[in-house]
């Protein structure tokens, strides 16, 4: 992934699942944004990250007659 979004992709990912992001992912991310941009936008992943998690830990459901207001996934 080259474009902007692609890296900003790849940084989330490796912070999320890696030790660390690597030399080159975290080069290619300062090139095109300001550390600042990574240490206020990374937060935010995480925090999503931590809330995608909740219904998975604790099998959360929709109430009985209540409908997703999302699209299915296909």
């Known amino acids: ?6 890296i900003v992709v790849e940084v ?10 690597s030399a080159a992912t975290y080069d290619a991310a300062v090139s095109l944004f300001e550390c600042r941009f990574l240490s206020i936008s990374l937060p935010f992943a995480g ?3 931590s809330t995608a998690a ?4 604790f099998d959360m459901q929709l109430d009985r007659g209540e409908t997703h207001l ?3 996934l296909e």
């Open 47 to 49: 925090t999503y990250a």
């Open 12 to 21: 989330t990912r490796e912070a999320l699942t890696a030790p660390c992001v």
């Open 54 to 57: 909740l219904p998975a830990v």
């Open 70 to 72: 999302l699209p299915a």
């Open 1 to 6: 992934m080259e474009a902007p979004l692609g």
